[in-house]
């Protein structure tokens, strides 16, 4: 899409502030930076993860049902 | 059906994952219960379709996907949570999340296409890979990498995440965060 060479430190955890400022691209829009990258991706994970905390035990007890030979209905 | 305790474990384990990507899906716990309790049955009917070695959690994610695809085909979302109000419900919240910024995100996160939305939990929080991602949706692995950045572009929108310093020239931090080729 454009021609702009790698920063440096592509493989690094953080950005370099400084180089960030100065490379400025007029369109923002495509290009989200890291910092928003991060914070998405901590928000996404804990959202999640609050999904996830209350999960219901009958999910476990209805496939230990399914499970046992003896519980189960002949099938047809 | 006596099935493998191995493989029953396996399942077992990714039930609450599972379950929190119906949540994501549907909008909607009841909902998503069902969605979760239909693909545990069909999954144990098709034990025997599922190769042992090979990734449970992403065929469980497949039959489950599946399965809201069809039934979202029939009704569409009747019961949306737009708001995030089955935020409401949940007793618990994790401490380091405060409850409004799970709300805003949550309702955000209901603003996306369904397509954009699976991607980016699927990679984003279920912890699949872009090529597992790419099967359990049953698309190009491109794909999934453009609708996750999608995605979590019309994010940072809706939730006015922005820092003027991460605009711009961190295209290449980008293609490597995402795996999208520069091109």
Redesign the interface.
């Known amino acids: 899409?454009?021609d702009?060479?790698?920063?440096e430190g592509?493989?690094t955890e953080k950005?370099m502030?400084a180089?960030?400022?100065?490379?400025?691209?007029?369109k923002?829009?495509?290009?989200?930076?890291?910092?928003?990258?991060a914070?998405?991706?901590q928000?996404?994970?804990?959202?999640?993860?609050?999904?996830?905390?209350?999960?219901?035990s009958r999910?476990?007890e209805?496939?230990?049902q399914?499970?046992k030979?003896d519980s189960?209905e002949s099938p047809e | 059906m006596s099935l493998d305790p191995a493989l029953r474990d396996q399942m077992l384990a990714a039930v609450p994952s599972l379950r929190a990507f119906a949540i994501s899906l549907s909008g909607n716990v009841d909902r998503a219960d069902d969605l979760v309790q239909e693909t545990l049955l069909r999954a144990l009917a098709n034990i025997q379709s599922f190769q042992p070695g090979t990734n449970m959690p992403a065929w469980l994610f497949t039959i489950l996907r599946n399965l809201f695809r069809s039934e979202y085909r029939k009704r569409r979302r009747e019961v949306e949570d737009s708001d995030g109000s089955y935020a409401e419900s949940l007793k618990t919240h994790p401490e380091q999340t405060s409850h409004v910024e799970f709300k805003e995100f949550s309702a955000a996160l209901a603003k996306l296409p369904d397509d954009q939305r699976e991607a980016l939990i699927l990679v984003g929080a279920s912890g699949f890979s872009y090529e597992e991602a790419a099967e359990i949706c049953g698309c190009a692995v491109g794909t999934i990498k453009s609708r996750v950045n999608r995605a979590r572009t019309r994010l940072a929108n809706l939730l006015n995440i922005e820092n003027p310093n991460d605009f711009g020239p961190d295209r290449a931090t980008r293609a490597v965060l995402t795996g999208d080729d520069v091109a």
């Open positions: 899409m454009n702009r060479k790698p920063p592509t493989g950005p502030e180089q960030q400022t100065t490379a400025k691209k007029g923002g829009q495509a290009a989200l930076g890291r910092e928003i990258q914070k998405i991706g928000q996404l994970r804990a959202y999640y993860d609050a999904l996830i905390e209350p999960t219901p999910f476990s209805l496939v230990r399914l499970d030979p189960k």
